[in-house]
């Protein structure tokens, strides 16, 4: 099975660049997941934007600590099983914090999501959390987690954590592509899968807004950068439980290339 990993889809551009690039190789992969936290306008997501991700190709949509920034966010997540939200919110939340499914080459995939304790909002305990993930797709099919965390060595002990019980195990939230891409007794992992957006801007964000804040240490509203976007992502390869290789992939939008746009 040969999975598409794409990293945190930041507003419009990051959008328009996914439909790109699904739309011309979409049918290499059996299984395409995307982080889409970031989609509206780099908070949260709207039945809109998911909407237009699964339409591109996209069959998982994980989330992360900007899950209900968006009203409608939790009415969605109840209804859908194809949008997950971290595992480690509490009882109760809305939504699922994994799925199982079959991809298109007949194998048996379960995706969840957990977030992280350190330099971000804590919730409940993330490495029972995605144990309970595991335990919860049982011996069959592979397994592949998010660790949505702020620090890379939170994420590194999570892939030590699993390492052997899940296929691969991908960070995302630091908008950064690392270069840390390792397979470990079956279990692949990268410590930030990147930012698909506008590459030449503050994470996603428009350089303005953001060097403003930094030189006058006052709030400046932030906007979505604009311009073409960049594909981040990663290809694994999966067997069964085990993963046979993971690599990094940027797929870079040409100049008119339909990729850029209006964020929103």
Do not use: C
């Amino acid at each position: 099975m040969r999975v598409l990993f794409i990293g945190d889809v930041f507003a419009t551009p990051g959008i328009r660049v996914v439909q790109r690039y699904l739309a011309r190789h979409g049918e290499d992969y059996d299984l395409v997941v995307a982080n889409g936290e970031n989609a509206a306008g780099g908070f949260g997501i709207t039945r809109k934007h998911f909407q237009e991700l699964r339409t591109a190709g996209v069959d998982v949509v994980t989330l992360g600590n900007h899950a209900f920034r968006q009203p409608e966010a939790a009415e969605l997540l109840e209804e859908t099983p194809r949008l997950i939200r971290p595992a480690t919110y509490p009882v109760g939340t809305p939504g699922l914090g994994h799925v199982t499914l079959t991809a298109r080459d007949g194998s048996r995939v379960t995706v969840g999501q957990v977030m992280g304790r350190v330099f971000i909002e804590p919730g409940d305990d993330p490495f029972a959390a995605a144990d309970a993930i595991v335990d919860a797709a049982g011996p069959d099919g592979a397994v592949i987690i998010d660790v949505h965390a702020e620090a890379t060595s939170e994420k590194k002990v999570m892939a030590y954590h699993l390492q052997g019980r899940a296929s691969a195990v991908i960070g995302t939230h630091t908008h950064v592509q690392t270069a840390d891409e390792i397979v470990v007794d079956g279990t692949a992992s990268i410590t930030d899968v990147g930012m698909t957006g506008v590459q030449h801007s503050s994470i996603g964000l428009g350089f303005a807004e953001m060097h403003a804040r930094f030189l006058t240490r006052r709030p400046h509203r932030s906007q979505p950068a604009t311009g073409a976007g960049t594909l981040s992502a990663v290809v694994i390869a999966i067997d069964g439980r085990r993963a046979r290789s993971i690599e990094r992939l940027q797929w870079r939008a040409e100049p008119g290339d339909g990729t850029g746009g209006e964020a929103s």
